[in-house]
């Protein structure tokens, strides 16, 4: 399948479905196509649980992660996130919102969420790890099944394992992410996937 006909279909499938939240992935059967689709959805949303592991420190607490073209608006509820946090931004830097109502700039937000909460998550990066892609504008190595989808992946000195995928929006995507650096590890589960602009509502 070239790029363009990835695009072609699955903007029909977007078009024909734009007013369900839930719509229906195009095939992925092949580590090709599977990068080719999932890196061409401009909205999408995945919900689930998070949980970090910083030190002799372990949190955990529900995750929303919504993308609209290179903007993203993630919000931590929980222990993990002091009673509930937001990110919302894009590569120029994000606002954080913390549960108080009280908003901060970050432009190294792996670094300043570091120092303000002692954990942190990849943002930069994240948003192509939970959905089994590699950050493409950073070097990796990448391990890939004979089903087509990625099973681990070394990036920007974080390494991701993804144990376990499930069907979701007529695809298999991933469930449960692993992730840990030199002082923190994380584990991710997708309990709900959601592509399409109806999905950002």
Same mark, same amino acid.
């Not at 903007?71 to 994000?94: F, K, M, W, Y």
């Not at 190294?108 to 942190?120: A, F, M, N, T």
């Not at 069907?167 to 994380?186: E, F, K, N, Q, T």
């Given at each position: ?31 090709? *196509? ?13 919900? &689930? ?11 955990? &607490?529900?995750?929303?992660?919504? *993308? ?26 994000? !606002? ?14 792996? *670094?300043?969420?570091?120092? !303000? ?37 070394? *990036? ?20 449960? !992410? ?24």
């Amino acid at each position: 399948m070239t790029r363009l006909f990835a695009l072609a279909a699955l903007g029909v499938l977007l078009t024909g479905c734009a007013a369900r939240p839930t719509l229906t992935l195009p095939p992925l059967e092949s580590w090709e *196509q599977r990068r080719e689709v999932l890196a061409a959805v401009d909205a999408w949303r995945a919900g &689930g649980r998070l949980n970090v592991v910083a030190g002799d420190r372990a949190e955990s &607490g529900s995750l929303d992660w919504r *993308q609209d073209g290179r903007t993203v608006a993630l919000s931590i509820r929980g222990p993990l996130g002091a009673g509930g946090i937001r990110l919302e931004g894009g590569p120029d830097g994000l !606002i954080l919102t913390a549960a108080d109502g009280t908003t901060v700039a970050l432009t190294r937000p792996e *670094q300043e969420l570091r120092d !303000i909460y002692g954990w942190s998550v990849p943002v930069g990066s994240l948003s192509w790890w939970l959905r089994g892609l590699p950050d493409p504008d950073r070097p990796a190595l990448t391990e890939v099944a004979p089903e087509g989808w990625l099973t681990r992946l070394e *990036q920007a000195g974080w390494e991701v394992e993804y144990p376990d995928y499930r069907p979701a929006a007529g695809v298999m995507l991933p469930y449960r !992410i692993r992730a840990r650096s030199a002082d923190i590890r994380l584990t991710i589960v997708v309990k709900d996937w959601n592509f399409g602009p109806a999905a950002l509502r």
